[in-house]
């Protein structure tokens, strides 16, 4: 029963930057997971970072490392994915999910789920990295 909407996509030209946000509403736990991910036609859809109900964060992927981070405003009750340096190889829809599971960890670190794990998505929105 929960509603997840982006916001924020749009066009961008290399090196830019970009603050997508991920707007909840509707019932739901007080705590529990989002994850931010992208996806291109053709492939599958790729994790960028997640975040847990308790401020918790991860990323999947090196390559997005020091670019791109993750952030929550409980009183909006939104989540933030800013980026940074954009390139055009970051052009993708992207999507947030939720979670209503206890966030996972592994020998003492907060690992994202995968794609498949999350049960809410929001539509998606584009983001265009072009000169």
């Known amino acids: 029963q929960l509603q997840l909407v982006e916001s924020g996509g749009g066009l961008v030209q290399p090196g830019g930057a970009l603050r997508l946000s991920c707007a909840a509403s509707?019932?739901?736990?007080?705590?529990?997971?989002i994850g931010w991910f992208r996806q291109v036609p053709g492939k599958e859809r790729e994790g960028i970072s997640c975040?847990?109900?308790?401020?918790?964060?991860?990323m999947y992927a090196d390559s997005m490392k020091g670019r791109f981070s993750i952030s929550r405003d409980y009183g909006k009750n939104a989540v933030y994915l800013e980026m940074n340096s954009l390139k055009p190889d970051d052009t993708a829809v992207y999507y947030c999910?939720?979670?209503?599971?206890?966030?996972?960890?592994?020998?003492?670190?907060?690992?994202?789920?995968?794609?498949?794990?999350?049960?809410?998505w929001g539509k998606g929105i584009q983001v265009t990295v072009s000169s």
């Open positions: 509707g019932k739901s736990p007080e705590y529990y997971d």
């Open positions: 999910g939720a979670d209503f599971r206890p966030p996972r960890f592994s020998s003492g670190s907060y690992k994202c789920r995968q794609a498949a794990e999350y049960e809410y």
């Open positions: 975040i847990s109900g308790g401020g918790r964060s991860g």
